[in-house]
């Protein structure tokens, strides 16, 4: 496969999904994107975090916080990233900050972030595998996940910046020539974006033996990276909710059942289960025993994690979700037992078309179609 024409046709394809999407519905922002909007719109345009216009614009509301404002349960993480585009948006064409223009500008730094992503998801598992495996694997997260919602269907949310972060912080992680300092800023970002990925810290701990994480003076460091950039989302709970420490899901009169039997129905619910809608996740199961690599036992365990947390969540089915939403930041280390079981296929006599045409191929077509089943009924 060439790639440069490959990667080209997998960003003309987000691109034109995008934007067909988009100019059909006349907006990009709208579920949850309409809290991630109000942040960068509230900030740049009025220069406050009182959202009250913002809301009545789109018609949403949100409970009172303890501070008697309009809450936004909502990190920041994804409105910094796209706030200095909009910021320069802003000075060349005003208006309202509602137009469309500043919608699709928005949605289109998202889509960049997820291909962006992929590119260096490539280049990631190219560390560990060959190029023909490495590529497989990333076409696979590209077509036939939910990637392909969220990173060009519905952008203007979180979703495709937690990916896009997750797959920075990894790349740091595992090269040799990243500070620790500067791998901890990439996690306190995948934290900023989610806060539940903040469980991917865990993913260093393999590298404490291994590496130069190994001396304190290099811990520290790694620690206080990620304060540092979390640090924004502590001063805003502490505006919005009068402590730093106040959780805005448990202040909304939501809640966490730690041993929630729903960890399967976030896995296999009809509605929206990951397995059942994204098919290629379960492969990496499969793939995970055939990769003998010391990461792979802590890879599994932040997966399981992640899925525990969404699992507890009260509201465990992640509201209107194509899939398993809140689990795409999970996509780049899920790549990598993808990777080792195409390259079990391959050593077993399976080329890269065969493995497109009876994987890769089928799984794609079906993600594509189960899209547009879950547009025509949202």
């Known amino acids: 496969m060439n790639l440069p024409r490959w990667l080209l046709g997998i960003f003309f394809f987000y691109i034109l999904a995008f934007f067909s999407h988009a100019l059909f519905l006349q907006k990009t922002v709208f579920g949850d994107g309409i809290f991630y909007y109000s942040w960068i719109r509230s900030v740049v345009v009025d220069h406050d975090i009182n959202f009250a216009n913002e809301y009545s614009h789109f018609a949403v509301t949100t409970p009172i916080t303890p ?16 706030l200095p585009w909009y910021g320069q948006a802003r000075t060349l064409l005003g208006g309202s900050g ?49 990637l392909l919602f969220y990173g060009a269907v519905d952008p203007v949310n979180s979703h495709a910046i937690s990916f896009f972060a997750a797959v920075v912080f990894l790349s740091f992680l595992y090269s040799k020539n990243v500070s620790p300092f500067v791998t901890g800023c990439a996690l306190g970002f995948c934290a900023l974006v989610r806060p539940q990925d903040a469980i991917l810290g865990l993913l260093t701990i393999p590298s404490l033996k291994r590496s130069h994480l190994l001396r304190l003076k290099s811990v520290i460091p790694l620690l206080l990276g990620s304060m540092l950039i979390f640090s924004p989302q502590l001063f805003v709970w502490y505006a919005l909710y009068g402590s730093p420490f106040t959780s805005p899901y448990l202040a909304g009169g939501e809640s966490f059942a730690w041993w929630s039997p729903n960890f399967l129905n976030v896995l ?4 929206n289960g990951l397995f059942l809608w994204t098919p290629v996740t ?25 899925i525990a947390i969404v699992g507890s969540w009260s509201t465990w089915w992640q509201g209107a979700s194509y899939s398993g939403r809140m689990l795409v930041s999970t996509l780049p280390i899920l790549s990598f037992g993808l990777a080792a079981l195409y390259t079990r296929l391959v050593r077993a006599g399976l080329n890269g078309r065969s493995v497109i045409l009876t994987i890769i191929g089928p799984l794609s077509a079906m993600n594509a179609i189960l899209i547009v089943r879950f547009l025509l009924q949202t």
């Open 67 to 82: 501070t008697n404002q309009l809450g936004n349960k909502h990190p920041i993480g994804a409105p910094l990233f796209w």
């Open 282 to 306: 379960l492969l990496t199961l499969i793939g995970f025993l055939c990769w003998k690599d010391k990461r792979r036992a802590w890879s599994i365990g932040v997966v399981v994690m992640e």
């Open 268 to 271: 296999f619910s009809p509605t």
């Open 98 to 146: 509602y137009e469309l223009s500043y919608q699709l500008l928005i949605g289109f730094l998202s889509v960049l972030a997820a291909f962006s992503g992929l590119i260096l998801l490539y280049r990631l598992l190219m560390q560990s595998f060959s190029p023909a495996v490495s590529l497989l694997s990333m076409t696979s997260i590209a077509l036939a996940t939910n």
